[in-house]
């Protein structure tokens, strides 16, 4: 049996490793040296773009709680980044050089594994497929993968800010939708006064956006979904005829309709993240923070992922993907990495690992798996493959994509450590259960 695999980024080493380890033969498709994407500069494999951070160690942090998940399957990413690691406080940062050619050397002495250095435009002969092209991917593969999802296809990340519903303080909030039409609870409505808006107003239209690459800059990413920062700047009442329009809503606590008003939309089924509806942002992380926070209702919230405007080639998921990350008119091919609609490094790989490990199952004639939806690897399978889902955009590891525990925790670091442990439990008794 042989997987092609297509791209050697974090998520396509995971799976060409997860299939070397399985006895696959692997061929692994990477472009480098021959051609480059615009952000790309070495010829390595797993080459770290933006920055050399992979976040969080603890393991009471989403992040750290997913490298921890990913140990437990032998990731070669993981193991790296713990060997070539450099001193960042509580964050697992590399050097990020020798981070790459670590990988990469490894890879390359996998004895299943064959590297073949060329630009894929069409699907290789193989017994499986695993589309692992980045959020950069070429020309080429981009138009081979719109064959396969045909307009399930986006090349622009334009993502509003999520928040964790429990931060969200209802002492200054209230639920109705607009004119009543719709549920009750639909959307969580964060009222303003005027001085609390021309305050806001004043603070979004000074804050500092975030340096675009010059991949980035494109004026269509804007056309259709104008970033906030931008709107304000056209007008000091702009914003109150767009996103924050008040009309159709009664703040119950005056009984009047509020002079300015955003509304917070479920982003997922179980209701523990909600997004700041038509908050399109460039601004930079720290400036979404302060600014945003400036909302009465939000000003202890807790942000589970920014908005984002740039190039990020991803599918979308929902539709066209299962939980084992196969497409699902075709089960022998699968696609991992930040394509798949998975935002960061180590989700990425921990998507490479899940694909992986899925193709030789299948390919051995085992069903494939999807881990518990307590752990953070299986919550992110599932969000991105959840049908249910409106409007799919990229997400990263945090503890929204959780279900609740039985038991309400208010302090949040014990909160975390014990959702941590429940999923590193419910993980170990799977794996015991399905012998992986």
């Known amino acids: 049996m042989k997987a092609a695999v297509i791209g050697a980024g974090l998520a ?19 472009m480098k040296p021959e051609k480059h994407s615009p952000a790309h500069k070495t010829d390595l494999f797993a080459e770290l773009v933006c920055s050399n951070s992979l976040k969080a160690q603890r393991l009471n942090s989403a992040a750290g709680l997913l490298k921890e998940e990913m140990r437990t399957f032998s990731s070669v990413c993981v193991e790296t980044a713990l060997e070539t690691a450099v001193p960042a406080g509580g964050a697992l940062a590399v050097d990020r050089e020798l981070f790459s050619k670590s990988v990469t050397e490894k890879i390359k002495a996998c004895k299943n594994i064959k590297i073949i250095n060329k630009e894929v435009t069409d699907l290789p002969e193989a017994d499986a497929v695993i589309i692992a092209a980045g959020p950069l991917a070429s020309d080429g593969i981009s138009g081979t993968i719109h064959s396969l999802c045909r307009d399930g296809l986006s090349f622009y990340d334009a993502a509003a800010p999520i928040v964790s519903a429990d931060s969200v303080d209802m002492d200054f909030a209230f639920t109705q939708s607009r004119y009543d039409r719709g549920g009750e609870d639909d959307y969580i409505n964060c009222p303003m006064n005027k001085e609390q808006y021309e305050a806001f107003y004043e603070a979004i239209i000074s804050a500092e956006s975030a340096e675009l690459h010059s991949f980035d800059k494109r004026k269509d990413v804007y056309e259709g979904c104008m970033p906030i920062e931008v709107l304000a700047s056209r007008g000091k009442d702009t914003m109150r005829y767009g996103p924050l329009k008040p009309v159709g809503l009664v703040d119950p606590r005056t009984g009047h309709r509020p ?11 179980q209701g523990t993240m909600y997004n ?7 601004l930079k992380f720290p400036e979404q923070k302060r600014v945003f926070s400036m909302f ?67 390919l051995s004639g085992k069903e ?15 969000y991105i493959s959840d049908e249910t889902v409106k409007s799919f955009q990229p997400m990263g590891a945090n503890f929204g994509v959780l279900p609740p525990l039985p038991d309400k925790i208010r302090d949040k670091s014990e909160r975390y450590m014990a959702l941590a442990k429940r999923a590193m439990g419910d993980l170990e008794s799977f794996k015991g259960e399905n012998g992986i």
């Open 259 to 269: 002079w300015a008003n955003l509304q917070l939309r479920k982003e997922n089924k």
């Open 368 to 382: 494939t798996l999807t881990l518990p939806e307590t752990t953070m690897i299986g919550a992110l399978s599932r």
């Open 12 to 30: 396509g080493c995971e799976v060409a490793w997860q299939l070397n380890m399985a006895g696959i033969e692997v061929e692994l498709y990477e």
């Open 276 to 282: 700041l509806v038509g908050f399109q942002t460039n």
């Open 296 to 362: 009465p209702a939000l000003h202890n919230a807790e942000f589970l992922r920014y908005g984002v405007m740039h190039r990020n080639t991803f599918i979308n998921s929902p539709e066209y993907l299962c939980s084992d990350f196969s497409l699902r008119e075709n089960p022998h091919i699968f696609f991992a990495g930040q394509i798949t609609g998975v935002e960061g490094y180590m989700e990425s790989a921990a998507s490479g690992i899940m694909a992986g490990l899925n193709c030789a199952r299948r």
